[in-house]
């Protein structure tokens, strides 16, 4: 199925193959055309009748043109009603198939936990393996240029990011399962605790360390400033960005135009992108002097769990995913500092109350935007996810972009709502070919997907791609570019968010 893109959400269980939308479309051209040859060739006999002439051939043609092109008008649109049942069928199947993948990983990881004792010794020379690294490779036979397709090729597969989704859902599960809670009680409890949850019980643990001077996933306050458009400095070096006043630039066109401008994470490049547009005259929410802006956030750029300087890394994702999502232990952890910086910099940019936004992210960044989707002190008329483990379900229109073969998106778990608009297609990228391992998760990929999302003929995604392209009236815009870093002082605390 690469290629082909699958759209579900926006309100409805519905979930189709982008053909199937475009086919229904030509259906519909095809249905109003023998439609109206009906008519006309009904007129025509209608006219012969009231002369009351004799036509002969004419008049049998006529007629029979007439039933013809009636029969073609009822078959267009009965295949086009019977495309749609296949769409809405096809959503409900996929919902019972989630259903039973959640319960499958939850008695699997039940039983995983309940069968640790066993698994101990086991799990404990695994990871001696996984220490030894190279030694491993080679009592294997196997050298570390040829073990990486093998990885790559086990990493995107299809079902690797929903199987990641539920074991962190089920993360409950398995630790009941090790304390010997039944299996019927684990279920049941875990119903309670999800991904989030998980990520916040994660960080929460590792705050505690804090005292001990581990410092990992421990958020910090964090800074931005205005900088100049910069490529970011190889090798991951910090050079001061000098300040630079706002450039002019043209209207983004769809979600592709969107995709297009999101900053790639590159160490030492501005990581936030904002763009101010003028209100159209009459707008409905805007009053007098209220303008329109995009915002488009990077991904990840620091893997590590040590938080360092740069505020989009691994410890900004795990807050960003315990964040509001969690329930059991909601508001107990610190804003993620990548959502902060954001936030920081839209106001140092002079959004101010009743400005309309519409924003964009790529991976960790896209989880940001929607976060920020989900505040309804700020004004976001839409806003859209690539490739970020994004599970909430604001009232704007959102559009979650997820590559199946991305391991990412499930890193937030398999808990999805149906507001937001899904849009999956598998990127299947050859496992021998050189590169990063996770080639799904590429931002060029997204934006690939992006451009398939504006070709689409699906009437959600065309309404989303007018709502980005009708949001800035044609009317050309200023650019500012914003770096942010962590300050290097005290950890937050993870009660109160404070110093």
């Known amino acids: 199925m690469s290629g082909e893109l699958l759209v579900s959400g926006g309100g409805s269980t519905a979930v189709a193959v982008d053909e199937l939308f475009a086919e229904a479309a030509r259906l519909a051209v095809v249905e109003v055309g023998c439609s109206r040859f009906a008519e006309r060739a009904a007129g025509l006999l209608a006219t012969i009748g009231r002369a009351g002439g004799a036509a002969g051939r004419a008049e049998h043609e006529l007629a029979l043109a007439t039933h013809q092109f009636g029969q073609s008008a009822e078959l267009a649109a009965s295949l086009a009603r019977n495309l749609d049942e296949s769409a809405l069928r096809y959503g409900a199947v996929e919902q019972r198939l ?54 790559r090729q086990l990493l995107v597969h299809p079902g690797a990011g929903d199987a990641l989704a539920a074991a962190l859902d089920s993360s409950d599960e398995l630790v009941a399962g090790a304390a010997g809670v039944p299996l019927p009680m684990a279920v049941v409890a875990g119903g309670f605790v999800d991904a989030p949850d998980s990520a916040a019980a994660v960080a929460l643990g590792a705050s505690a360390l804090g005292g001990l001077g581990v410092g990992l996933l421990a958020e910090r306050p964090v800074g931005v400033r205005r900088v100049a458009e910069a490529a970011g400095v190889p090798g991951g070096a910090r050079v001061p960005a000098p300040p630079a006043a706002a450039s002019p630039v043209a209207p983004p066109v769809g ?74 232990v909601a508001g107990s952890l610190p804003v ?35 976060e920020l989707m989900a505040d309804p002190e700020l004004g976001f008329t839409a806003g859209a996810n690539l490739g970020g483990p994004a599970r909430v379900d604001p009232s704007a229109p959102l559009l979650n972009l997820e590559h199946r073969d991305d391991l990412v998106p499930g890193s937030g778990g398999a808990d999805r ?56 009236a044609g009317r050309e815009g200023e650019a500012s570019f914003w770096l942010a870093e962590r300050e290097p002082e005290a950890p937050l605390s993870p009660s109160t968010g404070e110093r």
């Open 417 to 472: 709502p149906l507001g937001p608009l899904v849009v999956q297609r598998e990127v299947a990228t050859p496992p021998e070919r050189p590169g990063p391992i996770l080639t799904a998760h590429e931002l060029e990929a997204y934006r690939r997907t992006a451009e398939l999302v504006d070709a689409s003929g699906d009437p959600r995604l065309v309404e989303f791609s007018a709502l980005v392209t009708d949001f800035t």
């Open 255 to 328: 979600v592709a135009g969107l995709a297009a401008r999101v900053p790639p994470p590159r160490e030492g490049a501005p990581q936030i992108r904002i763009e101010q547009y003028p209100a159209p005259v009459g707008g409905d929410r805007a009053g007098e002097g209220a303008r329109r802006w995009v915002v488009y956030v990077t991904g990840t750029i620091a893997p590590s769990p040590a938080a360092g300087a740069q505020p989009f890394d691994m410890t900004s994702n795990v807050h960003t995913v315990a964040g509001r999502g969690a329930e059991v």
């Open 336 to 370: 993620a500092a990548g959502e902060r910086a954001v936030r920081l910099a839209l106001a140092e940019a002079g959004v101010r109350p009743g400005d309309e936004l519409i924003g964009i992210g790529y991976s960790g960044g896209g989880a940001i935007v929607a």
């Open 98 to 151: 989630g259903a039973l993948r959640q319960l499958a990983g939850q008695f699997a990881a039940w039983t995983f936990g309940a069968s640790a004792r066993f698994l101990a010794w086991p799990l404990l020379a695994a990871a001696g393996g996984v220490f030894l690294g190279d030694r491993m490779l080679d009592a294997l036979g196997v050298s570390r240029e040829g073990a990486l397709p093998l990885l």
